[in-house]
Antibody
Framework: EVQLVESGGGLVKPGGSLRLSCAAS????????MNWVRQAPGKGLEWVSS????????YYADSVKGRFTISRDNAKNSLYLQMNSLRAEDTAVYYC??????????????WGQGTLVTVSS | SYVLTQPPSVSVAPGQTARITCGGN??????VHWYQQKPGQAPVLVVY???DRPSGIPERFSGSNSGNTATLTISRVEAGDEADYYC????????????FGGGTKLTVL
């Protein structure tokens, strides 16, 4: 059974940093592109970042470029999101999600349960 | 950047057919994916590549895509279908951005 479990969320002050983790199991993690998607309270889904299976290709939404860094450790079956210079508008539930096909650039077929990040003084 | 436009809400009686649209410039040239999200839960993929269904998704869910509009159709709507629905595409023309529509709240009357 495919499982994605996020952790690392919490309350942080504006300008602060946080590192999210996503532990994957039930599939060959190293073969799949992975993604972070967020959802602000009461709002819609917003894509944050994507990383290819071997970390060769990395993409960011303009809203987080230069502040967030996506990475992965295939030996540990884990995905990460380092978030720096956090702003109030980064407050959201952060989901990790798997690309449906090995070729990437497709849909997201498995999602974690999400971890809440709150940026507030 | 590429924009996907969805109606904020759609209402339908049980047993009827719901159609949720997703508008975008020449969206027919892209692959469109649809997600269902119920309150407090993670999104679930219900249609991918315009019209394919993941395993476990009822045949009542179908999709189409042409011109400037993609459509998610839910036949014989049930109370359990009440949820938010989002369309999504990859916009390879702008540094490989993933784009979501704003979401549509489906209400079953």
């Amino acid at each position: 059974e495919v499982q994605l479990v996020e952790s690392g969320g919490g309350l942080v002050k504006p300008g602060g940093s946080l590192r999210l983790s996503c532990a994957a199991s039930g599939f060959t993690f190293s073969s799949y592109n992975m993604n972070w998607v967020r959802q602000a309270p009461g709002k819609g889904l917003e894509w944050v970042s994507s990383i290819s299976s071997s970390s060769s290709y990395i993409y960011y939404a303009d809203s987080v470029k230069g502040r967030f860094t996506i990475s992965r450790d295939n030996a540990k079956n884990s995905l990460y999101l380092q978030m720096n210079s956090l702003r109030a508008e980064d407050t959201a539930v952060y989901y990790c999600a798997r690309d449906r096909s090995l070729g990437g650039a497709t849909s997201f077929d498995y999602w974690g349960q999400g971890t809440l990040v709150t940026v507030s003084s | 950047s590429y924009v996907l436009t969805q109606p904020p809400s759609v209402s339908v009686a049980p047993g009827q057919t719901a159609r949720i649209t997703c508008g975008g410039n020449n969206i027919g040239s892209k692959s469109v994916h649809w997600y269902q999200q119920k309150p407090g839960q993670a999104p679930v993929l219900v249609v991918y590549d315009d019209s394919d269904r993941p395993s476990g998704i009822p045949e009542r869910f179908s999709g189409s895509n042409s011109g400037n509009t993609a459509t998610l159709t839910i036949s014989r709507v049930e109370a359990g279908d009440e949820a938010d629905y989002y369309c999504q595409v990859w916009d390879s023309s702008s540094d490989h951005q993933v784009v979501f529509g704003g979401g549509t709240k489906l209400t079953v009357l």
